[in-house]
């Protein structure tokens, strides 16, 4: 699986961005198996997960600090999955990736090690 993150950019506090991540499946491979994460790792700091999205049946999961202003989607007919993010803060400031793999249990969805594939980061800045 090959992974690209983009919608990355410079927002206002308070503001949105939305963040994209586009998978290439090998032909046999079906992308709505995989669940898929994004990660965030801010300057000076460690990588720390924001959401979670699991393969065809799309339950959630979202750190903390993501709920109810973070939502993560995905639409398996485009191997795309999304990270609406809203009322963005200075803190959220960081370079987002998504990674996929498959088999994984719920519990465990927070966990980077889980995951074989990752993409490079789309860097979000939240600043006035």
């Known amino acids: 699986v090959q992974l690209q993150a983009s919608g990355g950019g410079l927002v206002q506090p308070g503001g949105s961005l939305r963040l994209s991540c586009a998978a290439s499946?090998?032909?046999?491979?079906?992308?709505?198996?995989?669940?898929v994460a994004w990660f965030r790792q801010a300057p000076g700091k460690e990588r720390e997960f924001v959401a979670a999205i699991r393969r065809s049946g799309g339950s959630t999961a979202y750190a903390d600090f993501g709920k109810g202003r973070f939502t993560i989607s995905r639409d398996n007919a485009k191997n795309m999955v999304y990270l609406q993010m809203n009322n963005l803060q200075p803190e959220d400031t960081a370079a987002y990736s998504c990674?996929?793999?498959?088999?994984?249990?719920?519990?465990?969805?927070?966990?980077?090690?889980?995951?074989?594939?990752w993409g490079q980061g789309t860097l979000v800045t939240v600043s006035s």
């Open positions: 499946v090998a032909s046999g491979s079906a992308f709505r198996t995989y669940t």
């Open positions: 990674a996929a793999d498959r088999g994984i249990i719920h519990s465990e969805v927070a966990n980077a090690w889980q995951y074989d594939y």
